[in-house]
């Protein structure tokens, strides 16, 4: 962001939400005489003031907050891009999934990686926002529930962040329209129990306890299958980049102590993560079921005979998501597969799926056919 792109912004920066974002963080206001601008002194060391200019009409008012949005990143050691960010969306808590690693560093990503960030970020969400209207719960078998739906429709994506690859995501504070923030903090809540529930695995997992997860204490969260299936999506499956969660919290409402604003996922947990998200699933019968979709990779090879067979993938209706499965077809089904794929048509199957990572596998497959013959 150049110089004038910053001044344009900081001109925007509404003087009101500066003063809320400073009293939220622990900044006093020092008495003066002055009555165009507010002195704030730091609550903690190292010792700072900034001084926040309250006439929105005076010439430099852009080059006054552009000075006070960099004494804040300064202090908070943050780029005063992001504090820029925080300041411009008060009514919203921004959260930060960062990979990072080798690949990252440039702050570019594989398109798949890419697009498995933002996926299990969607879902991370969605499960926490069905947690807090279904406390207790460790598996969700539908999350569509109207609140956690309406949460996840007022998320908005937001600016990438330079040094690693970085997705941006301003949650609201609320869900109804026609109330207050302090009246409705649906949004908050699913953002708290996020971060709460993230960094519960995660340290449990760091210190070789993962049976916390599964047997939570008083005081700590309930962890869903759901979210630790969103973590493993969010993390590459070659372990080539940790996951890095920071969250910025909206001046509008105090946040507990307690509550972690940043959690480090390390790229070694992938496996105890998915593993977790099996466990996390209630145990019954595995039941074959029908699946419906169309075929999106094509995987086969000659067999003993010279005719092609073996897996491809479909894009599948699950429950309340699609979900990519694998399926292993004999050369007449392949056949019918090949022919589904050139076509766009969709295809029909049944089998027990077992749930992977990112693709899952249909056992016992049977009656494979295209739809509508």
């Not at 852009?62 to 949005?69: D, E, F, I, L, T």
């Not at 994506?157 to 923030?181: C, I, K």
């Not at 080539?240 to 996922?265: C, G």
């Not at 595995?286 to 003993?304: D, H, I, T, Y």
Request: charged fraction near 25%; hydrophobic fraction near 40%; proline fraction near 6%.
């Amino acid at each position: 962001m150049n110089t004038e792109q910053f001044l344009t912004l900081g001109d925007r920066v509404d003087y009101q939400n500066v003063r809320s974002y400073l009293e939220a963080h622990g900044w006093k206001r020092i008495p003066s005489r002055r009555l165009q601008a507010a002195i704030y002194h730091s609550g903690r060391a190292p010792s700072v003031e900034v001084q926040v200019p309250l006439d929105r009409d005076l010439i430099d008012y852009g080059q006054a907050m552009v000075a006070v949005v960099r004494r804040i990143a300064e202090h908070e050691k943050r780029p005063a891009e992001s504090i820029l960010r925080d300041l411009l969306r008060p009514r919203r808590d921004l959260h930060r999934f960062a990979l990072e690693g080798a690949e990252t560093q440039d702050g570019g990503i594989h398109l798949e990686n890419g697009l498995s960030l933002v996926n299990g970020v969607r879902k991370a969400l969605l499960s926490s926002a069905c947690s807090v209207k279904r406390p207790g719960t460790t598996f969700h078998p539908r999350m569509s529930l109207a609140d956690a739906e309406a949460f996840l429709k007022e998320c908005r994506l937001g600016q990438t962040e330079v040094g690693s690859f970085v997705l941006t995501v301003e949650a609201p504070l609320e869900v109804a329209p026609h109330r207050s923030v302090q009246e409705d903090a649906f949004g908050r809540r699913a953002s708290l129990l996020l971060l709460r529930s993230v960094g519960h695995v995660a340290s449990a997992v760091r210190a070789g306890e993962p049976g916390r997860v599964l047997e939570p204490t008083p005081g700590e969260p309930v962890v869903s299958s759901n979210l630790c299936e969103a973590l493993v999506e969010m993390m590459p499956p070659d372990e080539s980049a940790d996951l890095r969660l920071r969250s910025s919290w909206s001046p509008l409402l105090p946040v507990e102590s307690q509550v972690p604003s940043e959690v480090h996922v390390d790229r070694n947990m992938y496996e105890a993560i998915e593993k977790l998200s099996h466990q996390l699933r209630p145990s019954r019968g595995a039941q074959p079921n029908q699946f419906v979709g169309k075929v999106v990779e094509l995987m086969g090879e000659p067999g003993e005979q010279g005719e092609v067979e073996g897996a491809v993938v479909l894009q599948a209706q699950g429950e309340d998501e699609l979900l990519k499965v694998r399926v292993m077809l004999g050369a007449a089904e392949y056949r019918q597969a090949t022919e589904a794929h050139l076509t766009q048509r969709y295809v029909t199957v049944r089998g027990i799926l077992r749930r992977g990572s990112r693709v899952h596998q249909l056992e016992q497959s049977a009656h494979f056919e295209l739809v509508g013959i």
